[in-house]
């Protein structure tokens, strides 16, 4: 994996619009992904979410880092499919 995988629940709270939600859409519990949020926020140093009682909304910094992730996954997938296409043209050892 080339990214973070933290990014990805990040995005899916954004665009849930609650960290309840997101979690339904995982498959995982709402205090994993307050977990995994918090492990994020902890390893860039910074608070992604203001919390409230009638949800969440992106910090400036989480609106960047939202807009900075969603284009390092794009990023990431479309490096993956071009290394992909690259090993399937050319005949090369697999790993």
Do not use: W
Not at 4 to 13: E, K, M, S
Not at 39 to 51: I, P, Q
């Amino acid at each position: 994996m080339l990214y973070n995988a933290h990014l990805d629940t990040l995005i899916r709270v954004v665009e849930a619009g609650s960290f309840r939600q997101a979690a339904v859409e995982m498959h995982i519990s709402p205090s994993a992904v307050l977990k995994q949020i918090g492990l994020l926020e902890k390893d860039l140093g910074v608070v992604v979410f203001d919390r409230t009682r009638k949800g969440v909304t992106l910090t400036a910094a989480g609106e960047s880092i939202y807009r900075d992730a969603k284009f390092l996954i794009s990023f990431c997938d479309e490096a993956r499919l071009r290394v992909q296409k690259i090993a399937a043209e050319s005949p090369a050892k697999a790993p």
